[in-house]
């Protein structure tokens, strides 16, 4: 039987607990981003109703918010712009977001980790 560490158990069920909040417009690409989008929807690839989606959900949106709520509003932009998930991309962009918020310390390594297998288990 392998050996009980009450350290590693009390750690991990900490980590289960508490919520990884990340900053909803560095989820979504940055303020630049997102003014450029809402200008020039079509140089990148999206129409007016994108754009509008845009302003009703995540203009308005928290600053910031958990990563499993971000996540869910994250699939609901991938069904709005009809997105090819299926290369990932999306995904990355998603991961690339969290390593921001490492490098910015927003959030710790540790959440870092945990927050991209959320984002890639949802």
Known sequence: MKE???KKYLAESKLLKEEIMVDTTIMFGGNDYIK???TS?????F????AGWIKSNILPAPKTMSIEDYM???DEWV????????????RESVLDA???????????PEEGE????IALNF
């Open 4 to 6: 009980f560490d009450l």
């Open 72 to 74: 869910a509003l994250e």
């Open 98 to 108: 969290i390593d921001v918020h490492v490098k910015q310390g927003l959030i710790t």
């Open 79 to 90: 069904k709005q712009a009809n997105l090819d998930v299926g290369t990932g991309a999306d």
């Open 41 to 45: 929807p079509d140089d990148f690839g």
């Open 114 to 117: 945990t927050a991209k297998k």
């Open 47 to 50: 129409d007016v109703e994108d």
């Open 36 to 38: 450029d989008v809402l």
